[in-house]
């Protein structure tokens, strides 16, 4: 494997300069020093609410939470060309050349640890969108309507009863885009949306992207009485793009770890994502994962559609929740991807309704979807409740809980893990 590195290396360094088309690599950096920043000033680039969360939990704030330095960045820009991505718990940065000779500059650099080739343009490959059928109308008299499924799955209406509905707690989704939220009014509560942002385009605008996350989200935040109502519609919620569903790149693991950092340093409780790779190991989505549940968050990601090829990343990282997919009967879906148990570590962690689930989609109807992608949001929302409800727990005791809520938790499996998500003996 290594000689098959070094050979790929030595025909990308080959590469004619200024030759057409893009490189993207790595470049991981020493240190942090002249960043400008201390960890003893910790309200510089942390956010108030991100403190206190870590202070309850015991978390210490280290060199790792501490902004890049700026001089580093501008330094590997000026040599290579445009910056994609930055990040502070990697201490790198993602940069996209022109030039092959501009690795080996970079490559001397004093304050350069080493640089890692990504791809050659990326692969632009078409994605298929996801098929969302019609739900048709709701048999469901009660308050839930179409979520009513959803909600008998989780055994959430005991806790809604009692006003636990996610009251102060910060959950951030990260997707591919929100289409269409800002014109559901019906369905949405805007003043919830405490936080937007697009890693993969700055400047771009969220709400007119892929309606993936709207659909994602609608399972936990829609709150219309006798036709949905979500799993926790009384959080608040952070939406952060981190997908680009156009390509089909390396480097968006990296926009992955960007929007989870983001995450933390707004103060997020719960992180969950609905996306999911299948790169070289350990995929750099999971290293950010596992960095994120250190941080006081509880991480939630759906394991993927890809059956017995594995569970995608960041979906795979030790201390985070994998949500596979059930059907009504609450049977394994055939697509759910499949995992292992070695080592004391059981992914899937948890299963959760994944088959013709209801959601809301981007024109304000109520859909069918199949996939994890809708197990993980049922899982994410129902941890709020959990959290609001035991309030003195940390992360790392909300995510031990979870897995004590699957039905089979004596006999964990890598099909279904710990067994399908109900809530249930809560102190």
Avoid at 112 to 118: A, G, L, Q, R, S
Avoid at 213 to 222: D, E, F, Q, R
Avoid at 376 to 403: D, H, Y
């Amino acid at each position: 494997m290594k000689r098959f590195l070094i050979i790929i290396l030595v025909c990308i360094l080959s590469y004619p300069i200024n030759a057409e088309g893009s490189l993207f690599f790595r470049v991981w950096f020493t240190d942090k020093n002249e960043c400008g920043y201390s960890i003893d000033k910790p309200l510089d680039f942390l956010s108030e609410k991100a403190i206190v969360r870590r202070n309850k939990q015991n978390i210490r704030i280290t060199e790792e939470d501490l902004p890049l330095t700026e001089r580093y960045c501008k330094e590997i820009t000026n040599i290579a060309g445009k910056e994609l991505c930055r990040s502070k718990w990697l201490n790198s940065i993602i940069v996209e050349s022109n030039d092959s000779s501009s690795i080996k500059i970079i490559e001397q650099l004093p304050f350069v640890k080493k640089v890692e080739f990504i791809c050659f343009n990326g692969k632009r490959d078409k994605v298929k969108d996801e098929e969302y059928f019609s739900f048709g109308k709701s048999n469901s008299n009660s308050i839930y309507g179409a979520s009513q499924e959803i909600i008998n799955f989780t055994n959430c209406k005991p806790l809604h009863s009692k006003g636990i509905e996610g009251n102060n707690i910060y959950i951030a989704l990260l997707d591919a885009g929100f289409g269409g939220i800002d014109t559901l009014s019906e369905w949405f509560d805007y003043t919830r949306i405490k936080f937007a942002t697009d890693v993969v385009n700055p400047k771009g605008n969220i709400y007119k992207e892929h309606n993936h996350g709207t659909a994602v989200l609608s399972i936990m935040m829609t709150n219309n009485s006798g036709k949905y109502i979500g799993v926790a519609p009384k959080c608040d919620y952070a939406l952060i793009r981190t997908e680009d569903l156009s390509i089909e790149a390396p480097y968006e693991e990296d926009f992955w770890v960007k929007g989870a950092e983001i995450a933390d340093s707004i103060g997020v409780d719960i992180l969950t994502s609905s996306l999911g790779y299948k790169n070289k190991q350990p995929a750099i989505s999971s290293i950010g994962a596992e960095i994120a549940s250190k941080k006081g968050m509880v991480v939630i990601n759906s394991c993927g559609n890809i059956d017995k090829d594995g569970i995608t990343a960041p979906a795979d990282a030790q201390n985070i929740i994998a949500v596979g997919s059930v059907n009504k009967k609450g049977e394994i879906s055939s697509f759910s991807s499949k995992g292992y148990r070695k080592n004391n570590v059981v992914k899937p962690d948890l299963v959760a309704l994944g088959e013709e689930c209801p959601i809301i989609d981007s024109d304000g109807n109520i859909k069918c979807a199949y996939g994890s992608s809708f197990a993980a949001p049922i899982v994410a929302g129902s941890t709020a409740l959990i959290w609001q409800r035991m309030p003195q727990l940390t992360a790392n005791e909300v995510t031990s809980l979870l897995r004590e809520c699957g039905n089979r938790k004596r006999k964990p499996s890598p099909i279904y893990g710990y067994g399908i998500f109900k809530i249930k003996n809560l102190r």
